[in-house]
């Protein structure tokens, strides 16, 4: 079936550690993109990459960082700069130029 | 991108239609209005979206107003399922850019 599978399910991180979540989409899409989502809030978004070794900063860029060396993947990285990780983390796909988004089921991720 | 106005919460009988309205009073000409659902601790769900025409589809219908100003989502028969935050978006298509979730609002189907 074709989707977008984000892993693990729950994450627990450290202090000072960096955690890495894992997004890979089969839906050959070009477009993906990274959400957080605090209790009670909207999503807001963290980066976004419309191209293979392209990306673009969102709205809270700070703390993490991403790469896009395929298309079908784009994993996100907790920094330990990120001092209050602790959310709950989507993951987007779309085709180019269409703002129809498919998301995964999330990550929730908590600090120790 | 036009900002959105949303109420924060509604509640609907199960069987009964639910009516979602947005507000965008500062809509352009060339923008679309989106509507997404989030289950609780799911990935929001595309739902439908319009740019002047009312739409329908399996899962609801979209009434935009003539002005465009406003608009309203229609869940026909709302069933406990649907109880989800609703998000309405305004975005040009094919804008390069992220769509922006704001709080949405919360639909409470009750039996």
């Known amino acids: 079936d074709g989707g977008i599978t984000q892993s693990p399910k729950y994450l627990f991180r450290k202090e000072g550690q960096n955690v890495t979540l894992s997004c890979e989409q089969n839906?050959?899409?070009?477009?993906m993109y990274w959400y957080r989502q605090d209790p009670g809030q909207g999503l807001r978004l963290i980066y976004y990459?419309?191209?293979?070794?392209?990306?673009q900063k969102g709205d809270i860029a700070e703390g993490y960082s991403v790469s896009r060396e395929k298309k079908e993947s784009f994993p996100l990285t907790v920094t330990s700069a990120q001092k209050n990780p602790t959310a709950f983390y989507l993951c987007?796909?779309?085709?180019?130029?269409?703002?129809?988004?498919?998301f995964g089921s999330g990550t929730q991720l908590s600090v120790l | 991108d036009a900002k959105t106005t949303q109420p924060t919460s509604m509640d609907c009988a199960e069987g009964r239609a639910a009516n979602l309205p947005c507000n965008h009073s500062?809509?352009?000409?060339?923008?679309?209005v989106y509507w997404y659902r989030q289950i609780h601790s799911q990935g929001p769900q595309y739902i439908i979206h319009?740019?002047?025409n009312n739409e329908t589809n399996e899962m609801a219908s979209l009434i935009i107003t003539e002005d465009r100003k406003s608009s309203t989502l229609i869940l026909p028969h709302a069933t406990l399922r649907d109880t989800a935050v609703y998000y309405c978006?305004?975005?040009?298509?094919?804008?390069?850019?992220?769509?922006?979730f704001g709080k949405g609002t919360s639909l409470l189907v009750t039996p």
């Open positions: 987007a796909s779309s085709s180019q130029g269409l703002e129809k988004l498919f």
């Open positions: 839906l050959n899409h070009d477009a």
């Open positions: 990459s419309q191209i293979v070794n392209d990306f």
């Open positions: 500062t809509i352009s000409g060339n923008e679309y």
């Open positions: 319009g740019l002047k």
């Open positions: 978006i305004v975005r040009v298509a094919n804008s390069g850019y992220a769509l922006n």
